[in-house]
């Protein structure tokens, strides 16, 4: 397989995946301020502290509020986290690399494109921002089921796999860190212990794992049980140790694996000794940071193994 | 309201490919052109509508170099088929396949003992001042003689009904993706005529590309690699390479991705390092190919490149130099160099042709330049012509002045009477528009044809030109067999 083209196909997968996050995490924002306290005060403006794009956001809008966060994340092109950037990226990545990936992939992209391009404002205003990003959703879920059921277990498929479970592992961080920050604002009065539950219910929800979590740790909602499934679940795939599990398998596929697989173990003993703890506070925020970093890291290893034709 | 053929307004002198007369399909064309008329406006219009968004998800699209930024630009295509008796196309066929084995040995001839200018057929001059003929590909030997894989013919038919070679593309030839493209739609479009009508298959194509692809391998081994060499995303027949590259499962490649080491072979990148390559479809002009040989600049191709062609580790598709005989002033001589080669008659004619070095008929030409199509001997894409009835008088004057300055790099033809069908306007009108067809031949081991080909229309009333880069749009092309009765 070219280097060029397992490039592509990574960036591609990541981009999918980002687009779905993106979507579901806008999607059930709303249903998490509805729930809270009105005493406690947090805002859209979390979204854009999770996605690490503050300063992006405060270059463009004064107004951290409800419109202009969901404008920037979903349709800003100058945005390159939005959905409709991201988008852009999957179909520049798979319109190159169609030799390798199935055929109705390259349509459904196309499709979802034209869907975004033609909605959008469905997906900003309120009213029928549910149904935007639930076809959204859909769409990805589609694109990633095509694959799934069709292609090859090859290289190409080995990369794929790397580029969705790295963005999966970066984009638990983000959403445990976001769980913790908001954990952190909450004031110790009565509420208190309502509000936190709504919180790390939300974080589940927003990852799609309220289900397998309620089914794997057998108790109520609480930050430990969370954070301990959210990195160290097995067979959850947006758990932190499923994610490098299968970078690990994916990576053995392929030639010159051997650093990957060293930094990927390595990584994946760090997140395992980070479940010691009973209780998750503004430390743990040190600790996810470093995790982000290490996941970082090993992007760039990925890259340096595979990408970069210095042959 | 239904179509009413009868208000299809046939243009006199013009040969039209569904309607004899007022009323009256063509035998071929019979079932499709009443099928048509059973359709209601809504009916022709969902299906319109239904064809656009096809194209649109398909992500079929064309790039108009002018068109800054904005890379995709859906195809325009017809709904209303082009149809071709299979008895004709036969023909048709045979000719084609005449035609290229005739300048392949041309071709091979003109880089080894030129016997073909010894013997005077064709005069030296034209040779030594052809921008196609490259030095560095004399003596080279390809494998089975053949220097032009993949060619492009574009055929007119004339008010006679006849068809005749307008140019032969053997170079870089596109289209064929669109071909298939075309296809596939209409069988979304238009399902049921293609159970009632027996239409000619032509999905088979990337399998013939892909044979006479691997038959030209150096390295006798049982999965030569095959690449198809892009210039990337920003050329406008981009999408094709990525499709012929994706249904004959080769790799698509760039320049970058390609190297030739010190044992003059070439290389592709691969995750698991370098991987030799048998075979390249190389869809970048001939000077780009190599920076060590011809333009220094091109980032597009490979360093080393025509060291390894020539030392025979590498198959290129088409060859270096192959463009010698797509010259225009060459295409002249086609008939000539099929008596001489293959002792046969031509079976496809030429449109007529006046060369402007020849001092008689560049007079003829500078007399008549608004009623000629004048054209330069080496461009492609409908680039830098002047259509002599549609042209100004400052246009003529400026062409005037080309001619005399270089008359060995221009020809001038009749203005054709392009053959028309009828086309959708609007919601539901059909009105005659004039079209062209592109088949695509192959040559390595084998020959082939294509079934058709790719039918190119001027979609503004009245044009000439079909060029996808000036606007033209395309249609399916059906080759029928009406011998066999209906399904």
């Not at chain 1, 390798?100 to 009213?127: C, D, H, K, Y």
């Not at chain 1, 090859?154 to 796999?161: G, S, V």
């Not at chain 2, 088409?318 to 005989?325: D, F, Q, S, T």
């Amino acid at each position: 397989m070219l280097s060029k083209v397992a490039e592509r196909v990574y960036w591609a997968a990541r981009y999918i995946e980002r687009v779905e996050s993106t979507a579901r995490l806008v999607n059930i924002y709303d249903q998490l301020l509805f729930d809270m306290p009105r005493q406690v005060n947090f805002g859209w403006y979390n979204l854009i502290v999770i996605n690490s794009l503050e300063q992006d956001f405060n270059d463009r809008y004064s107004v951290r509020d409800e419109r202009n966060v969901v404008k920037f994340l979903l349709g800003d092109d100058t945005n390159p986290c939005s959905i409709v950037s991201s988008l852009q990226s999957i179909r520049e990545n798979i319109r190159t690399t169609r030799d390798v990936i199935p055929a109705e992939a390259w349509e459904m992209v196309n499709e979802l494109t034209q869907f975004v391009q033609e909605n959008l404002n469905q997906g900003i205003n309120r009213s029928n921002r549910h149904e935007f990003l639930d076809h959204v959703i859909k769409a990805c879920q589609q694109i990633v089921g095509l694959m799934f059921v069709n292609m090859s277990r090859d290289e190409a498929w080995d990369m794929l796999m790397l580029g969705q479970n790295i963005e999966r592992a970066d984009m638990t961080t983000r959403n445990l860190d976001a769980a913790i920050a908001a954990i952190l604002q909450v004031e110790d009065d009565e509420f208190a212990v309502n509000s936190r539950q709504i919180i790390w219910a939300n974080v589940l929800r927003s990852l799609n794992a309220d289900q397998p979590f309620r089914r794997a740790m057998r108790c109520s909602i609480k930050g430990a049980p969370v954070v301990h499934f959210l990195l160290a679940d097995d067979h959850f795939p947006r758990a932190i140790t499923y994610c490098l599990n299968t970078i690990i398998a994916s990576a053995k596929a392929l030639p010159k694996s051997k650093d990957v697989k060293r930094e990927a173990d390595a990584l994946h003993k760090v997140v395992i000794a980070s479940t010691n703890s009973e209780s998750y506070g503004s430390s743990f925020r040190d600790d996810l940071n470093e995790l982000q970093i290490a996941i970082q890291n090993l992007h760039q290893l990925i890259g340096r193994t595979w990408f970069l034709s210095e042959q | 309201m239904p179509i009413d053929w009868k208000q299809y307004e046939l243009q006199e002198n013009f040969f039209d490919e569904l309607i004899s007369s007022p009323g009256n399909a063509r035998q071929p064309a019979r079932q499709l052109v009443n099928y048509l008329s059973s359709l209601s406006e809504d009916d022709i219009n969902s299906r319109k509508i239904a064809a656009d968004s096809t194209i649109k998800d398909m992500g079929v699209s064309f790039t108009v170099y002018t068109e800054g930024g904005n890379i995709d630009r859906a195809w325009p295509f017809d709904i209303v088929p082009r149809v071709i008796s299979k008895t004709q196309w036969d023909k048709t066929a045979a000719g084609l396949k005449q035609r290229l084995k005739a300048l392949n040995m041309f071709i091979d001839d003109l880089y080894h003992d030129q016997n073909i200018i010894r013997d005077g057929i064709i005069p030296e001059f034209i040779l030594k001042q052809s921008k196609n003929y490259l030095k560095e590909c004399e003596g080279v030997s390809p494998r089975f003689g053949v220097w032009a894989h993949i060619c492009g013919t574009d055929l007119v038919r004339d008010s006679d009904g006849q068809f005749y070679v307008l140019e032969d593309n053997l170079r870089v030839p596109s289209g064929v993706s669109y071909m298939l493209e075309n296809r596939s739609i209409m069988k979304r479009v238009l399902p049921e005529v293609f159970e009632k009508v027996n239409i000619a298959p032509v999905g088979d194509y990337p399998e013939h590309l892909f044979n006479t692809l691997v038959a030209l391998s150096p390295r006798d081994i049982a999965k030569p690699v095959i690449v198809v060499l892009t210039p990337g995303i920003y050329n406008s027949a981009y999408f094709e390479h990525a499709f012929l590259a994706q249904r004959m499962g080769a790799e698509l490649v760039e320049g970058s991705d390609l190297v030739v080491q010190d044992d003059d072979c070439v290389y592709m990148k691969t995750i698991a390092g370098l991987e030799r390559v048998d075979v390249i479809y190389r869809r970048i002009d001939d000077l780009f190919l190599d920076p060590e040989v011809f333009d220094p600049t091109s980032v597009l191709g490979v360093a080393g490149l025509m060291r390894a062609w020539s030392a025979g580790n590498v198959a290129l598709a088409n060859a270096p130099g192959a463009g010698v005989a797509d010259d225009k002033v060459v295409y002249a001589f086609v008939p000539d160099i099929i008596r001489y080669y293959l002792k046969e008659e031509p079976l496809i004619p030429n449109v007529e042709t006046f060369l402007c070095y020849d001092d008689e008929q560049r007079a003829y030409v500078l007399d008549n330049l608004d009623k000629l199509v004048v054209k330069p001997a080496n461009e492609s894409g409908g680039y830098g012509m002047l259509v002599g009835p549609h042209s100004t008088k400052k246009e003529r004057e400026t062409f005037a002045e080309l001619i005399k300055a270089n008359p060995r790099n221009y020809i001038a033809q009749p203005t054709l009477a392009l053959s028309t069908a009828p086309t959708l306007v609007g919601k539901n009108k059909l009105e005659p528009r004039h079209l062209d067809l592109r088949p695509f031949i192959l040559q390595s081991k084998d020959t082939y044809v294509t079934t058709g080909g790719l039918t190119r229309v001027a979609m503004k009333k009245g044009s000439l030109v079909v060029n996808s880069s000036q606007g033209g749009g395309s249609k399916d092309t059906w080759i029928v067999d009406t011998t066999t009765g209906n399904r």
